[in-house]
């Protein structure tokens, strides 16, 4: 699920950016840390959207980096356990089928199929049930980090193109 | 961290930061994605190398699985679902899935039978004609 939240870091810059253009700096620095990343609590963050504030910032002993406290508002994505959503399937196999809702990756194990979908090896490895009604399957490379699925429930399953229906 | 054990979408268990937050539906994200890759391509030639993998992926996500391309529709559909007492959370779930029937409804977003707010089926089926209506007219 997209959220809107507010989010705080601390962010260091090298004495070699101040000047007129500082704060410029400062986002464009933000934005190339913090877009594209994921994290536990927050999900994935997929835009920053503003900056609320940039405080007063604070010169490091030692070194001449000095860190400013900023607040930002970003776009995140965040799923939950118990969540329900579309995602496009990417990859079949006996073990079930991994797909991609957004940034991230989902696998559904076989398991957590209806019994009456069996899976069909070939050039286009693919899940149909019995009476060859419902069928899906696609093709694209695995990836690492991914959350775990189900579509052993009321509702959940192929869905028909959102284009198509009335 | 010791919260994620009891998370549980379902239940709306999704953590209080998330509970009070501002949460977007598939379109609205759609819209604001767009500007930004706007005002990108204006600031450089190639956007492309600008943006990430993950906004990419969202970019293209939320353009496939956007019911209302429309803004004025997505606001009006925004405007439906907040009439009824609904959490934010749940109110994106419906406007993602936009279920057909008052039992697809209950399936997807089981919380909303819950948490001692009585929600009649009537109000239910009534809240997803009037969706389905903006579907029709955008």
């Known amino acids: 699920m997209f959220f809107h939240i507010v989010l705080e870091r601390n962010m260091q810059l090298h004495p070699r950016h101040f000047g007129p253009n500082l704060r410029d700096k400062l986002v464009a620095k933000l934005m190339k840390d913090v877009e594209g990343t994921c994290s536990g609590r927050h999900g994935f963050v997929v835009a920053i959207t503003g900056v609320d504030n940039i405080g007063k910032g604070l010169i490091r002993d030692g070194t001449g980096f000095v860190t400013f406290p900023v607040k930002y508002q970003c776009v995140v994505f965040r799923p939950f356990k118990g969540e329900i959503l579309e995602a496009v399937v990417t990859m079949v196999n006996k073990m079930g089928f991994f797909a991609e809702a957004g940034p991230v990756q989902i696998f559904v194990s076989n398991h957590l199929i209806p019994d009456d979908m069996e899976f069909q090896s070939g050039d286009m490895p693919n899940y149909t049930t019995s009476d060859g009604s419902v069928c899906f399957g696609a093709w694209l490379p695995l990836a690492l980090n991914f959350?775990?699925?189900?579509?052993?429930?009321?509702?959940?399953?192929?869905?028909n193109d959102p284009g198509a229906a009335a | 961290m010791s919260g994620e054990e009891d998370e549980n979408?379902?239940?709306?268990?999704?953590?209080?930061?998330?509970?009070?937050?501002?949460?977007?539906?598939?379109?609205?994200?759609?819209?604001?994605?767009?500007?930004r890759y706007e005002q990108l391509q204006q600031m450089s030639d190639d956007p492309t190398n600008q943006v990430s993998q993950v906004f990419?992926?969202?970019?293209?996500?939320?353009?496939?699985?956007?019911?209302?391309?429309?803004?004025?529709?997505?606001?009006q559909v925004r405007e439906i679902l907040s009439r009824h007492k609904?959490?934010?959370?749940?109110?994106?779930?419906?406007?993602?899935?936009?279920?057909?029937?008052?039992?697809?409804?209950?399936?997807?977003?089981?919380?909303?039978?819950?948490?001692?707010?009585?929600?009649?089926?009537?109000?239910?089926?009534?809240?997803?004609?009037?969706?389905?209506?903006?579907?029709?007219?955008?």
């Not at chain 1, 189900?150 to 399953?157: C, E, P, S, V």
């Not at chain 2, 998330?18 to 609205?28: R, S, W």
């Not at chain 2, 990419?56 to 606001?75: G, H, I, T």
């Not at chain 2, 008052?102 to 009037?130: C, F, Q, W, Y």
């Open chain 2, 9 to 35: 979408a379902a239940e709306l268990k999704i953590g209080d930061e998330f509970l009070k937050a501002k949460c977007l539906m598939n379109c609205e994200v759609s819209l604001i994605l767009d500007r």
């Open chain 2, 86 to 138: 609904l959490a934010e959370f749940e109110l994106c779930v419906l406007g993602n899935l936009c279920p057909e029937t008052v039992e697809e409804a209950l399936a997807m977003v089981p919380s909303i039978k819950t948490r001692g707010r009585t929600h009649e089926d009537e109000e239910i089926d009534k809240m997803l004609n009037d969706l389905s209506l903006i579907k029709k007219f955008e």
């Open chain 2, 56 to 75: 990419e992926k969202s970019l293209q996500y939320v353009k496939r699985f956007s019911r209302y391309k429309n803004p004025d529709a997505v606001r």
């Open chain 1, 147 to 159: 959350c775990i699925g189900t579509i052993k429930d009321d509702f959940l399953g192929v869905i």
